[in-house]
């Protein structure tokens, strides 16, 4: 069911290189949260390595065949399983908007599924493998006539309901009687469908017409309640249940006639479910000033006990398996772990994660352990970082969590259990962290006032950190003391916002900078920056040599530059490339003729040094980051707006 307000988390996703160096048990909430995915072979040989989950906003099981399910996601469009949650493929042909507000199959034709999203509304009759639009208004709840299932209502926060009567093809207002057009849910008889009641903004309201009028229906509600979630017993359709924001849960025996509570007074509710087979049991779900719960019922509402609890803001939507109960799912917002898809097979008693194939997330970062290449950082858009020590075969959470619309991680080369991080989150919470123990603790440096966009460890001596920043007139702050104190050094630099700084291996006192006003240098550890080319050019990632460190290479929108002469000169080395926007490189440390690009078009990778490149697949909406393993250069790791992916190379290849 559609929450009051769907929480769409909005980010962005940043793009720096530096230097050139499911189905978990889930019953702890204190314990350490562990994602373990179940890598899929995807185009030319990449593998998806996570993360799972994210934000699962609706739920709809198949009513004959209840192995086959729906997962609508805030972002990621719609998931489908075929195999009781075991694994989920994704669904989005046809749909211009991912995010989906509201997911209902049809209860006659069970291939016929309407989709709710943020566009407009869609429908399929294909089972969901396309989906056609059929109007950008009045979307919002959506109930289905179950006898006559061309019949469907809409309600919306803001129009009120919406009936059709040609299977979405035409519409018309039914607003008759009705005071409050803020719709918050609907819910229809399933033995005479031309009741129906509408859950407001003030209350319920009750049509026996078919929504030609409605009467209000509150006698026994508090005042200025806010009807959240409706639900019909569907072997005695006079008995329903309301859940309210802030109120609890109200029950009515006489169809709406009155209203008696039913527990859980002053919380408010985002799941309110009816077992189908046993209509005495009911699930519900919501919070109380930072406590959230999932109740169940076993005596029709009269008592409830707490049958899970997470430090979790939204439990989205709760399905029910028709023909096997104890069997349930709930989708929740990525705030706890990265959210996802939880199953049930004992009416709430254990849970497990069902996220595997639900993989949508943006990761803004990935940096590989330069000792051990078996261990994996990323960063998943709002989902906080996470560790693999496994190669990315399964991930721990390692700080930050929540945060994330952009991370910047840089390690130690020498000690690589110190590592620094930057993460960024809406428009007021970031900051530069610092952990000395591999990402189990960390602890703010200071640079609170500036949006990080680049990190570089001198590799001789890492206690000198360099930090590039792209806001409040950008520029590069230098640390001596590993974080401790940072001085601005900007001479030279008059509002330049950083994309990327590399340092120069075999000489760490000389440095590059990449900016949208092109490539600066400095020769003494960043005492003086002087331009040294592409002025012109937005310079988004930069690459060094490392064993001829006299060797630059720049991305950005034209491509691919190099140099030869320690960016006194360049040359465009695009031969295979076609208006191809670079935003990763990274080199091949044992070969480093062997060079990787990442951008929308997909990796390229060239072994002769970016005289020729070769598309080598996973075109993706948008390219945030690549690293290599240390140790085994030949597996890539690229970090996309569609997640994390993995591929070994074969040398030469």
């Given amino acids: 069911m559609k929450k009051f307000i769907l929480f769409v988390m909005l980010g962005l996703a940043f793009v720096f290189l530096m230097g050139c160096s499911d189905d978990d048990s889930f019953m702890e909430p204190t314990a350490t949260p562990t994602m373990t995915v179940t890598p899929t072979p995807t185009q030319t ?41 075991g694994s989920w493929e994704m669904m989005n042909n046809g749909l211009t908007n991912l995010d989906i507000e509201e997911l209902v199959i049809d209860p006659v034709t069970p291939t016929t599924i309407y989709a709710g999203t943020m566009e407009g509304l869609f429908k399929s009759i294909d089972d969901g493998w396309s989906w056609h639009f059929l109007t950008s208004e009045h979307t919002g709840i959506i109930v289905i006539n179950p006898i006559t299932p061309s019949t469907i209502y809409v309600g919306n926060y803001s129009d009120g309901v919406f009936k059709s009567t040609d299977g979405g093809q035409s519409w018309s207002e039914a607003n008759a009687g009705l005071t409050n057009k803020q719709i918050l849910d609907l ?44 639900v019909i017993d569907p ?29 859980h007074r002053e919380w408010s509710f985002e799941i309110l479910t009816i077992d189908p087979v046993t209509p005495t049991t009911i699930y519900t779900a919501g919070c109380y000033q930072g406590d959230c719960g999932l109740f169940k019922s076993t005596d029709g509402g009269v008592s409830w006990d707490r049958i899970y609890s997470l430090p979790i803001i ?27 898809l939880f199953k049930s097979t004992d009416g709430g008693v254990s849970w497990k994660r069902a996220n595997s194939g639900i993989r949508y997330y943006s990761v803004n970062e990935v940096v590989t352990d330069p000792v051990t290449q078996t261990t994996v950082y990323m960063g998943p858009l709002g989902m906080g970082l996470f560790k693999s020590t496994d190669g ?79 806001n409040n007139g950008g520029g590069v702050f ?25 340092i120069d291996p075999i000489m760490p006192t000389i440095i590059y900078l990449g900016s949208k006003k092109g490539v600066f240098k400095s020769t003494d550890g960043g005492g003086l920056w002087h331009n040294v080319g592409l002025t012109g050019t937005n310079c988004n990632a930069l690459a060094i040599d490392p064993v001829t460190s006299t060797i630059i290479y720049v991305g950005g929108g034209g491509g691919v530059f190099k140099s030869t002469d320690c960016g006194e000169s360049w040359n465009a080395m695009n031969s295979g490339l076609t208006n191809v926007r670079v935003s990763a490189l990274v080199i091949d440390p044992i070969m ?4 990787y690009l990442g951008s929308k078009k997909g990796v390229f990778k060239s072994i002769d040094g970016g005289w020729e490149w070769h598309n080598v697949g996973l075109i993706n909406d948008g390219f945030n980051a690549l690293d290599i393993a240390s140790g085994n250069p030949s597996t890539v790791y690229a970090a996309t707006n569609e997640g994390l992916f993995m591929r070994s190379f074969k040398a030469g290849h």
Avoid at 315 to 339: H, K, Q, R
């Fill in 392 to 470: 990315g075969q399964s991930w721990n959470y390692t700080g930050h969590r929540g945060y994330g619309y952009r991370h910047v991680l840089a390690i130690d080369p020498i000690t690589p259990t110190t590592l620094y991080s930057f993460y960024y989150y809406y428009s007021s919470t970031y900051g530069l962290f610092k952990s000395t123990d591999g990402g189990g603790s960390w602890f703010e440096t200071g640079l609170d006032d500036h949006l990080i966009s680049a990190l570089a460890i001198n590799p001789l001596t890492p206690t000198t950190v360099y930090a590039g920043s792209d």
């Fill in 235 to 263: 072997a005695t359709p006079t008995t329903i249940y309301a859940g309210m924001y802030g109120k609890g849960v109200y029950k009515s025996l006489d169809g709406g006639g009155s209203w008696n509570y039913s527990g």
């Fill in 592 to 595: 480093p003729t062997t060079i």
């Fill in 187 to 230: 819910a229809i008889d399933p033995a005479t469908p031309t009741t129906i009641y509408a859950g407001t903004a003030s209350g319920v309201f009750k049509s026996q017409d078919g929504a030609v009028s409605w009467n209000e229906s509150n006698s026994g509600l508090p005042q200025q309640c806010e009807a959240a979630k409706l």
């Fill in 45 to 85: 040989g990449w593998r998806s390595v996570g993360p799972s989950g994210g934000d699962v906003v609706q739920l709809a099981v198949k009513p004959k065949t209840p192995s086959i399910l729906y997962a609508g996601t805030g972002g990621g469009g719609i998931f489908k399983s075929s195999d009781s949650g």
């Fill in 314 to 340: 939204f439990w989205n939507d709760l399905a029910i398996d028709p023909l096997t109960p104890t069997t349930i799912y709930v989708g929740t917002d990525s705030d706890f772990d990265g959210g996802g």
């Fill in 478 to 502: 230098k640390s001596t003391d590993g974080g401790g104190s940072w001085n601005a050094i900007n001479s030279g630099l008059t509002n330049v916002n950083v994309n990327a700084l590399v």
